[in-house]
């Protein structure tokens, strides 16, 4: 869906390839996405802030419970079109 929207499109699989791959080029934005438990995804979204101040972090929660506050945007849905909404305020297309 975000390269159909004109986004160039990096995948990551888990915490561990995310940081590798977040400090070999520059983004315009980072998608933590729901499937990983919220501690991972907290100590995820914390590494990011420091290792790649420059990319706006948009962090898909997986329920109403969870919070992942130092993501620069938080949303509350699976449906793309809607968290899409939250890539597009930080992030231009490519």
Not at 76 to 84: E, G, T
């Amino acid at each position: 869906m975000l390269e159909h929207e004109g986004y160039a499109v990096t995948s990551a699989l888990g915490n561990d390839q995310g940081m590798a791959v977040a400090t070999t080029a520059h983004f315009d934005v980072i998608v933590v996405g729901f499937c990983s438990d919220t501690q991972n995804r907290i100590q995820m979204v914390r590494w990011l802030k420091q290792n790649v101040p420059s990319s706006p972090i948009v962090a898909l929660l997986a329920n109403s419970l969870e919070s992942l506050p130092e993501a620069d945007f938080e949303t509350l849905s699976w449906n793309p079109s809607v968290w899409l909404t939250a890539v597009r305020t930080c992030a231009k297309p490519s």
